[in-house]
């Protein structure tokens, strides 16, 4: 069971939110914050696997809360549910340690599975996160010593896993619907932007490098 802590000021956006990881089986909501102290008092003493958090937050916003979490509650992973996707807030969020960042716009399903990469060790960017502004990460991302598999568009990361577990091209353009073309553009971008060279690089990194981040 995962256990998930809602840091919030809004009220009805927690409760919106407790309803909708209700619905999800292998997640239990423990606790609520409406400010940054009371979350951080709250992530500390229950300890829980995820906590979802809104960057702007009374008191201590969500880049700072995500900095003190991370020395004194390392193993709790911090999903940032944000209304804003500009550069800036997800540079400044991921950065501060954030495992992966959702736009508030983004449906229930989207939530559930970044806080399932977050427990599987992996990181997520929305989808909905506007090209310009992930193209901006990944170049800030492959320039300093943060982990390149967040270089990798949502779609980009599909094809990899795809790749990693054997399909071939022509298996992955059919079940993503798309074009062979569009399969082997998708692979291209993943070896440049993960310095890789060749197929087993590819399946070196994968399986021993990126789904499981530092």
Do not use: C, W
Request: charged content about 25%.
């Amino acid at each position: 069971m995962t256990t998930i802590v809602l840091a919030d000021d809004h009220h009805v956006m927690r409760q919106g939110l407790r309803s909708l990881l209700k619905a999800e089986p292998d997640f239990q909501v423990v606790g609520e914050a409406g400010d940054g102290e009371e979350t951080v008092r709250i992530v500390e003493s229950l300890h829980p696997d995820v906590l979802v958090l809104d960057m702007v937050m009374p008191g201590l916003n969500g880049v700072l809360i995500t900095q003190r979490l991370r020395l004194t509650v390392p193993a709790t992973a911090v999903v940032v549910l944000s209304m804003f996707g500009t550069e800036g807030y997800v540079h400044k969020a991921m950065r501060a340690g954030a495992k992966a960042y959702v736009l508030k716009q983004a449906t229930a399903d989207e939530l559930a599975f970044a806080i399932r990469e977050v427990v599987a060790g992996r990181r997520y960017l929305s989808r909905s996160l506007s090209e310009r502004a992930i193209d901006a990460y990944v170049q800030e991302t492959l320039s300093s010593d943060l982990d390149p598999f967040l270089a990798l568009t949502s779609r980009e990361r599909e094809v990899m896993r795809m790749v990693a577990e054997g399909s071939t091209s022509k298996q992955i353009a059919m079940r993503l619907i798309i074009s062979s073309r569009t399969v082997e553009f998708h692979r291209a971008n993943i070896m440049r932007k993960l310095k890789l060279h060749n197929q087993q690089e590819l399946l070196r990194y994968y399986f021993h490098t990126g789904p499981l981040p530092g």
